[in-house]
């Protein structure tokens, strides 16, 4: 078992900045990769960024290239989603993921809002 948790999101006016974090606890060395998603409200779930766990090259989804970031600190079992230049369409709920290499099983966070305003 691997347990998610999301934090950092809140509300921020539009161009700014916002940091998100997952740390992940239980049994993170079977985990190879982290990823972020969001849900904007009443769309379906969108891949946002991953990277693998002995990586420093996070993958980007085209929306948010150039303006996301993704980070990992291996020895806090942490990854971090910077967030720039912020626009209203970026409001969702943001979560992180962790797949495991053993069965491909892949663990989901419980989410945190991130709220864009304008």
């Known amino acids: 078992q691997v347990q998610l948790i999301e934090s950092g999101g809140g509300l921020v006016q539009a161009g700014g900045s916002l940091r998100l974090s997952c740390a992940a606890s239980?049994?993170?060395?079977?985990?190879?990769?982290m990823g972020w998603f969001r849900q904007p409200p009443g769309k379906e779930r969108e891949f946002i960024a991953s990277?693998?766990?002995?990586?420093?090259?996070?993958s980007y989804a085209d929306s948010v290239k150039g303006r996301f970031t993704m980070s990992r600190d291996n020895a806090k079992n942490t990854v971090y989603l910077q967030m720039n230049s912020l626009k209203s369409g970026d409001t969702a709920v943001y979560y992180c993921?962790?797949?495991?290499?053993?069965?491909?099983?892949?663990?989901w966070g419980q989410g945190t809002q991130v709220t864009v305003s304008s």
């Open positions: 239980g049994r993170t060395f079977s985990v190879y990769n």
């Open positions: 993921t962790a797949t495991a290499w053993n069965g491909g099983s892949t663990f």
């Open positions: 990277i693998n766990w002995s990586s420093t090259t996070a």
